[in-house]
């Protein structure tokens, strides 16, 4: 079975900086897609950015951009230009290419932002 | 186009009631998810529908949890005989056709969120 980590409960970022949070993965599968969504305090699950996993070349969403290491299994999250907005709950995602349409999800990541 | 519409928002039951929670997927799209979310977790699988059919119900508890999507009308989440333990919230995903190239994407409803006294 797929299992999502993210291993950083907690991160905060002074607003205009840049913050990377961390997601890795475990697959035997070697076609998938990984996603990324916040959750602010509305509750509201929002898609921020979608990778799929034959593509080498990272994906990017205007401030949002993520570094996709296949080997290593990982799926980070950066964020540009830190503005109060972004303050939320970001959860990494994984679903298989074939088969299971499920998305298995991480623990995620509360980010506060510093005004 | 209007998006995953959920409703109610916010239910409220006592232990023992039946608790029914609706979802209407985006216009087009005819694979439904439900996920379940406690407090302070992440999202976690449920069930996965498409029109008339059961596809993945892996994640469903195997007593007082059921789904369904009909031919007509949103689907449905039923949790019978609530306990305190299913106050969560309950979110709603859609997806379009197979055949469609964003089929891989989910799209999310603004969830139910169920309080059992």
């Known amino acids: 079975a797929q299992t999502v980590t993210q291993s950083q409960p907690e991160m905060s970022v002074q607003e205009a900086e840049t913050v990377t949070l961390s997601c890795t993965y475990d697959t035997s599968e070697s076609d998938y897609y990984l996603f990324w969504y916040k959750q602010p305090p509305s509750r509201q699950m929002i898609l921020v950015i979608r990778?799929?996993?034959?593509?080498?070349q990272n994906a990017t969403e205007n401030r949002f951009s993520v570094n996709f290491q296949k080997a290593a299994k990982s799926f980070s999250l950066k964020i540009s230009d830190s503005q109060l907005g972004d303050a939320a709950m970001y959860f990494c995602?994984?679903?298989?290419?074939?088969?299971?349409?499920?998305?298995?999800f991480g623990t995620g990541t509360r980010l506060t932002i510093i005004p | 186009n209007a998006g995953v519409m959920q409703n109610p928002r916010h239910l409220v039951r006592r232990r023992g009631q039946e608790a029914r929670l609706r979802c209407s997927p985006m216009?087009?799209?005819?694979?439904v998810y439900w996920y379940r979310q406690l407090p302070e977790e992440g999202l976690k699988f449920m069930v996965y529908l498409q029109k008339e059919n059961i596809i993945d119900e892996s994640g469903m508890p195997k007593e007082r949890f059921s789904a369904e999507f009909p031919k007509e009308g949103p689907s449905i989440l039923r949790i019978q005989q609530v306990v305190r333990g299913d106050s969560a919230a309950y979110f709603c995903?859609?997806?379009?056709?197979?055949?469609?190239?964003?089929?891989?994407?989910?799209?999310f409803g603004p969830g139910t969120r169920l309080t059992v006294l």
């Open positions: 995903a859609s997806s379009p056709l197979q055949s469609s190239s964003s089929t891989d994407t989910q799209y």
């Open positions: 995602a994984y679903r298989s290419r074939s088969g299971n349409e499920k998305l298995t």
């Open positions: 990778q799929e996993a034959y593509k080498q």
């Open positions: 216009k087009g799209h005819s694979h």
